[in-house]
């Protein structure tokens, strides 16, 4: 069994390669001007490989998935995994309006035929609660980061307080809060567009407070932006940020540091200088399970 990565994810893949106690490979990208990608596979490849390429940005990572994919097969591959500690395309799971194509379930479906098995993390899944229903026909493994994120946490010198943005988060932070007796709480949030974000805190006593606001992802960063402006308003001491999936589009970063958020952590789900929970353990306990 081998670890095969891309330059973009290479730290992270090669660490998996580490914890499992495997040879790591890498497939050369050539982009060409018009956009394209040229794919290259080592051809020493084993009967086994995994994969691992975190899925941000990703259209033109598919595609090269696609091409790498094609290529291992013709060489004898026989089993492959797809360890995507972001697996992306999750949120549009059903379509609002007339004519919308509905990600979740086409780029699932598409996996699930590419892929032996499908490991990913936290996946951003609203109306179903197992990754199969989202990608079929394959072994499909959703895996969780709160224990890493728990032990985090508890190694913080001061105990604060966990606050999720939205309902949706209270599944990660009600977890946080099992694992580290820490308190918690959730705010309601009601989007009325990308960029547009409003946050309703809990009627609670926020003075003084040591707050982490805690989600899966940070994409423009208005939620929690709006979050953290709203608990220093309220007289929270300190307001830091801990998120699975690191997206941070565009200025995202300057909204936060506008909002007054003092630390982003985060885990290396996807590179960023926010990285504080390493992956890999994690994604290695399932591959051996
Ligand atoms: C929403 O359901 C998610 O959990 C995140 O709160 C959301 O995706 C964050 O997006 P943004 O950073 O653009 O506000």
């Given at each position: 069994m081998q670890v095969v990565g891309f330059r973009d994810y290479h730290k992270q893949a090669k660490r998996l390669a580490k914890q499992l106690g495997v040879k790591y490979v890498e497939v050369a990208v050539h982009h060409f001007p018009d956009g394209e990608s040229k794919v290259t596979l080592p051809n020493?490849?084993?009967?086994e490989i995994i994969i691992c390429r975190?899925?941000?940005?990703p259209n033109d990572k598919l595609i090269e998935l696609l091409l790498a994919c094609e290529v291992a097969r013709q060489q004898g591959v026989r089993h492959i995994t797809l360890v995507a500690p972001y697996l992306c395309y999750?949120?549009?799971?059903?379509?609002?309006?007339?004519?919308?194509?509905?990600s979740q379930k086409i780029i699932g479906q598409w996996l699930g035929q590419l892929f032996d098995r499908v490991i990913t993390v936290d996946p951003h899944l609203h109306r179903i609660d197992n990754l199969n229903q989202a990608i079929p026909n394959t072994e499909a493994i959703s895996l969780s980061a709160t224990n890493l994120m728990s032990e985090f946490l508890a190694n913080r010198p001061n105990p604060p307080l966990l606050l999720g943005p939205?309902?949706?988060?209270e599944q990660w932070v009600k977890q946080i809060a099992e694992h580290t007796g820490l308190d918690w709480e959730i705010a309601g949030k009601q989007r009325h567009g990308d960029h547009n974000v409003e946050i309703m805190l809990p009627k609670i006593d926020f003075n003084d407070r040591i707050v982490v606001i805690v989600d899966d992802v940070a994409s423009t960063g208005r939620t929690i932006a709006q979050a953290a402006k709203q608990l220093k308003q309220a007289g929270a001491q300190t307001v830091n940020c801990l998120i699975t999936?690191?997206?941070?589009?565009?200025?995202a970063e300057q909204v936060l540091s506008n909002a007054c958020i003092n630390h982003i952590w985060s885990t290396?789900?996807?590179?960023?200088?926010?990285?504080?929970?390493?992956?890999a353990p994690l994604l290695a306990k399932a591959i051996n399970a």
């Open positions: 020493t490849l084993d009967a975190s899925l941000d940005h999750m949120r549009q799971d059903i379509a609002f309006n007339s004519g919308e194509a509905v939205d309902s949706e988060s999936h690191p997206l941070f589009a565009d200025n290396d789900s996807i590179n960023h200088h926010s990285n504080v929970i390493q992956l």
